[in-house]
């Protein structure tokens, strides 16, 4: 025991005594760099959007489901990652919608954007159709804006 009380007394002691302040360098001498993020634009469709090869179902049972407007909310239909300002764009890949011999026009159906996140853009509803249309314009940039 007594071994272990001078062996830790000695330990302690050439820390005490063995130590002392250290400067790497004067401040005179300090050297300084610059560090640039070159950041290239970016924007994406995260793979959880419905958007991305999903499918929207709107259900028609009973003649009140064709006689009255219907609404469908899709969460997550659209996830949005961007570097910069942009605009969702949408239209139809034909003039109907089809099953079978069974067609609908298109242009039936209207389209809202609703936000569910923190993005913020001027939101349209607009008639679906075979051109363009902004459905949400100057949208903000960020990560995974719903």
């Not at 001498?29 to 924007?43: C, E, F, G, K």
């Not at 090869?53 to 009255?68: P, R």
Request: positive net charge; proline residues 1%; aromatic residues 6%.
């Amino acid at each position: 025991m007594k071994k272990q009380i001078v062996i830790t007394a000695l330990v302690l002691g050439a820390f005490v005594f063995g130590t002392s302040d250290t400067q790497a360098q004067a401040t005179s001498n300090a050297a300084s760099t610059r560090v640039n993020l070159i950041l290239s634009d970016v924007i994406s469709i995260d793979a959880g959007s419905v958007a991305s090869n999903g499918i929207v179902d709107s259900k028609y049972f009973t003649s009140a489901d064709y006689n009255t407007a219907k609404n469908v909310t899709v969460a997550n239909s659209l996830i949005v990652t961007s570097s910069k300002i942009f605009d969702v764009k949408v239209k139809s890949g034909g003039t109907n919608f089809s099953e079978g011999t069974n067609k609908i026009p298109v242009n039936v159906s209207k389209i809202q954007a609703v936000i569910e996140m923190s993005m913020v853009g001027i939101l349209n509803t607009i008639t679906l159709s075979t051109t363009d249309q902004k459905l949400i314009t100057n949208a903000t940039s960020g990560f995974k804006n719903h």
